[in-house]
């Protein structure tokens, strides 16, 4: 159960969101949390966790529009099944599927089912002081409240996937890490087609550490984007900042990185010049386990992302999004 505002995946300051998945799921392979409990359904190497859920939920503003909000309840039965597997003691293959129906009381024009595939691959090797990731992340998503820019829109169908390596060398107190990636980004249908994408991604950390699981240093993210369609010209951006990761008690975690970025984008069909921005970016996160099965977080994030609308008067290369989350698990 999940007390709060649910976790979206944001397509912000894209290489450096992309290093900090990989740290969190590093972080769970390493500690072994990302591997199902032992007595969990099995099929000789492959374990399996499935689950049955049921939701209610009340929208005062079901097409996410500024004027004439229509709300209504929405009945979501949904199951999920998702399968792991070890096949060497240093990767995890894991592909998971929800099928689900949203039931919309006043407005059945809107049912529909939705099936949200999502398959991970992690292959971590070690060598020495080194450790080598290589990953492939898959995603589809129609949720449409992670992209705060749209309106008069019920879902956002879409498809994204990543793959890629990261480097990890700790030796003795000081860590070095980079990577790299390459990131899709296809809608469903015409509509949004103008937002289908390919990214190139870098990233590099140098820090110290002063304790096994607590470090500070520096961090610098940059990224390629290449749009399939003339509308959205093309961009690059690059970020760079201090962070500290911190091991505060055995129950609390804190993770703190803040900097600058800088965008440039190309012309396009709205604007015929170029353009660029200078903003900031900052990311806090507090976890604490209050016993062995409660833990609750607070994040703040203020991110820039890909903008989403087109069109003369309205169009945005891009947004500026500060967000407040408080989670109980």
């Not at 859920?53 to 004439?68: L, P, T």
């Not at 793959?163 to 003795?172: D, K, N, S, V």
């Not at 703190?256 to 440039?264: D, I, K, S």
């Amino acid at each position: 159960m999940a007390l709060g505002l649910s976790a979206a995946s944001l397509p912000a300051q894209d290489a450096l969101q992309t290093a900090v998945q990989l740290d969190r799921s590093y972080e769970q392979r390493a500690t072994g949390r990302f591997l199902p409990p032992e007595e969990a359904i099995r099929t000789g190497p492959v374990t399996y966790a499935v689950t049955l859920g049921y939701g209610i939920e009340f929208n005062d503003n079901i097409f996410y529009q500024r004027h004439n909000r229509e709300a209504d309840w929405i009945h979501t039965p949904q199951a999920t099944v998702r399968a792991t597997w070890q096949p060497t003691r240093d990767s995890v293959l894991s592909i998971g599927t929800g099928v689900g129906y949203r039931k919309y009381m006043d407005h059945s024009d809107q049912d529909r089912f939705y099936v949200t595939p999502d398959t991970a691959l992690f292959y971590d090797l070690p060598v020495r002081d080194w450790v080598i990731t290589l990953y492939e992340q898959a995603s589809y998503s129609q949720d449409v409240l992670s992209q705060g820019a749209l309106s008069g829109v019920p879902e956002f169908s879409r498809f994204e996937n990543t793959i890629g390596f990261r480097a990890l060398w700790q030796p003795e107190q000081y860590v070095l890490a980079f990577g790299y990636a390459h990131y899709n980004f296809v809608s469903e249908g015409k509509r949004f087609s103008y937002l289908d994408r390919a990214s190139e991604q870098v990233f590099l950390r140098l820090g110290y550490r002063w304790a096994e699981l607590s470090q500070f240093g520096l961090e610098v993210s940059g990224a390629l984007t290449r749009f399939s369609s003339d509308l959205r010209g093309d961009n690059r951006n690059l970020s760079a900042g201090p962070y500290v990761i911190w091991q505060i008690t055995e129950a609390t975690h804190l993770t703190l990185r803040g900097g600058t970025t800088y965008y440039e984008f190309d012309a396009d069909a709205f604007t015929p010049r170029d353009r660029t921005l200078n903003s900031w970016y900052l990311g806090l996160d507090v976890r604490n386990r209050l016993t062995d099965y409660l833990v609750h977080s607070l994040s703040v994030q203020r991110l820039v992302q890909q903008g989403v609308n087109r069109g003369p008067g309205y169009f945005s290369d891009f947004i500026e999004i500060l967000s407040a989350q408080y989670r109980a698990t």
